[in-house]
């Protein structure tokens, strides 16, 4: 899975993914980007999911209508060491962005997932929906 980590969390995480193929923002040349043209940015070039801690994307964008998914890591700071408590959850977390397009991972390893990744309608429009699971 190629994977693209926010400006927001730590170079470091990279070696929590160790077997996906994983960039950083900044080696992407996206450090400058808003969360908007980031998700934009990320889908352009190929990303599948977009990892975060940054807890406003969901409130900033209509969720079922993402470029691409995002994982948003629910901890208790966005140093390295709160992330590595939860990395053992990464690959659940990561599997449900194939079927939602916002994923949540908390420090407990609850995999909260919102906005069903709807097939494309006859029409061609996306369904709107946005739905609240818990996994």
Known sequence: ????????????????????????????????????????????????????VDQKIRHEHNLATLPVAVLELNTR?????????????????????KKYLFVSLDKAGTVSCLADRVPARPSGREDPRAEGRER
């Open 77 to 97: 700071d966005s140093r390295f060491p709160a992330l590595q408590e939860i990395a053992s959850h990464f690959e659940k977390a990561l599997l449900a962005t």
């Open 1 to 52: 899975m190629k994977i693209l980590l926010d400006n927001c969390v730590p170079k470091r995480a990279k070696r929590l993914l160790t077997f996906h193929d994983v960039l950083h923002a900044s080696e992407a040349g996206m450090s400058q980007l808003s969360n908007g043209l980031l998700l934009k940015s990320a889908v352009e070039q190929g990303f599948e999911v977009l990892i975060t």
